[in-house]
């Protein structure tokens, strides 16, 4: 059984930065952060193919920027100039070929 353990979340004002951490505990193919708010689907916020392929949201394209550290079986994922519907609870997710894989979740919150 594969194992996800996410930090970073928090409170942050609009227009600050945090940093998402995912550490797996083996290698893995796709890793990646889905976000959800409460009584509206999860939706996927960026992923990251061994390798280096990267894909985002339309939404969080320019601010957030994931990568990988692939000798700790770790992904980042820095959010910059965060609004306020960036609030969410974040899941990290793993998987060979598709989600898989599930961190606890951490929330993130934007506001003033």
């Known amino acids: 059984q594969v194992q996800l353990v996410e930090s970073g979340g928090g409170l942050v004002q609009p227009g600050g930065s945090l940093r998402l951490s995912c550490a797996a505990s083996?290698?893995?193919?796709?890793m990646g952060w889905y976000r959800q708010v409460p009584g509206k689907q999860r939706e996927l916020v960026a992923r990251?193919?061994?390798?280096?392929?990267?894909n985002y949201a339309d939404s969080v394209k320019g601010r957030f920027t994931i990568s990988r550290a692939d000798a700790e079986n770790t992904v980042y994922l820095q959010m910059n100039s965060l609004k306020p519907e960036d609030t969410a609870v974040y899941y990290c997710?793993?998987?060979?070929?598709?989600?898989?894989?599930w961190g606890q979740g951490t929330q993130v919150t934007v506001s003033s």
């Open positions: 990251i193919v061994r390798g280096g392929s990267t």
């Open positions: 083996v290698s893995i193919n796709i």
């Open positions: 997710y793993a998987g060979e070929y598709y989600p898989r894989y």
